[in-house]
């Protein structure tokens, strides 16, 4: 079993936000879910905080993705986000994250949230860090 298949075992929050991963490529994923009801902080508009649970995801799975090759786990250190549209119920939502500098410790990552229109919902920038796996709590 490889480090993303226990990961997304053991990540109850990316099931409970009912994401839907994509690996494009080590460095490069997007997850997929839909605005639902327990997602809105309005009537109709989606919370501020699930999309930064979606964009926490995105980045910090985007760097698992590339850490892995060297056996590697990693923790959001900073992000910083723009909301730049609403989200509404029943919205598509693709989230893109991107590995676009990495190092031995720290990782840059930029995460992108887009609805069913292509309409730039969310876009932000993260710093994770990379530690080996022996360090964590997951047994393979």
Do not use: C, W
């Not at 309005?42 to 985007?62: C, R, Y």
């Not at 229109?117 to 047994?139: C, F, Q, R, V, W």
């Amino acid at each position: 079993m490889d480090i993303l298949q226990k990961y997304n075992q053991t990540n109850l929050f990316g099931k409970y936000l009912d994401l839907k991963l994509d690996i494009v490529k080590p460095g490069d994923i997007t997850y997929k879910v839909k605005v639902q009801k327990q997602h809105l902080a309005t009537v109709k508009s989606a919370h501020g905080g699930f999309l930064s649970a979606i964009f926490d995801q995105i980045v910090g799975t985007a760097a698992l993705s590339k850490s892995m090759e060297e056996l590697k786990l990693v923790s959001t250190v900073e992000f910083k986000i723009n909301f730049l549209n609403p989200s509404f119920l029943n919205d598509e939502l693709t989230g893109r994250g991107l590995v676009i500098k990495h190092g031995k410790r720290l990782y840059t990552v930029r995460g992108d949230i887009y609805n069913q229109d292509k309409d730039l919902i969310a876009t932000g920038i993260a710093t994770l860090n990379a530690y080996p796996y022996e360090k964590s709590d997951m047994n393979l």
